[in-house]
C-alpha cells in the first residue's frame, strides 16, 4: 500500500509571497473592472452629449470636435484596459517590492549590519 506523498514546508517568506501575489492579482482585478466600467460609462454619456443639437452652427462644429477627440482618448483608454495583462503588471509589482528577493535582502542587511559595525569602531 503506498503512502501518501509529503509535500514540501514552504518557508514564512514564500507563504507571504504567494499571499501577497493572491491578493495583489485579486485587488488588480477589482480596479481594472471598475476603470473599465467607469470608461464605458464615459463614453456612453459623450456619446448621448453629442447626438444632442445645439442652436449656433460655430458653437456646434466645435462641440462636436471636443466630444470626438474625447471619445477617442476613452476608446482607447477602454481597449488599453481591456488588453492589460495582469500577471505581467503582478511580476513587475513582485521585483519593485523585493517580493521576489529575500536572499538578497538578507545580503544586503548583512552588509548593512557589518558596514554599521565597522563605523563604530
Known amino acids: ?25 485579486r485587488e488588480a482585478k477589482k480596479v481594472r473592472t471598475f476603470l473599465v466600467r467607469k470608461a464605458v460609462q464615459q463614453l456612453k454619456q459623450l456619446r ?13 462644429q466645435q462641440r462636436e ?3 470626438r477627440h474625447s471619445i477617442d482618448r476613452f ?5 488599453a484596459l481591456k488588453t492589460l495583462d495582469l500577471q505581467k503588471l503582478i511580476t513587475r509589482v513582485k521585483v ?5 528577493k529575500p536572499t538578497e ?4 542587511q548583512e552588509w ?6 565597522s563605523e563604530e569602531e
Open 1 to 25: 500500500m503506498a503512502g501518501k506523498r509529503k509535500r514540501d514546508a514552504f518557508t514564512p517568506h514564500e507563504k507571504l509571497v504567494h499571499k501577497s501575489c493572491s491578493l495583489l492579482q
Open 75 to 79: 476608446e482607447r483608454e477602454h481597449a
Open 48 to 60: 448621448t452629449q453629442l447626438e444632442e443639437p445645439v442652436e449656433d452652427a460655430a458653437k456646434q
Open 65 to 67: 470636435q471636443k466630444l
Open 112 to 117: 548593512d549590519e557589518e558596514g554599521s559595525d
Open 105 to 108: 535582502q538578507k545580503e544586503t
Open 96 to 100: 519593485q517590492t523585493g517580493l521576489d
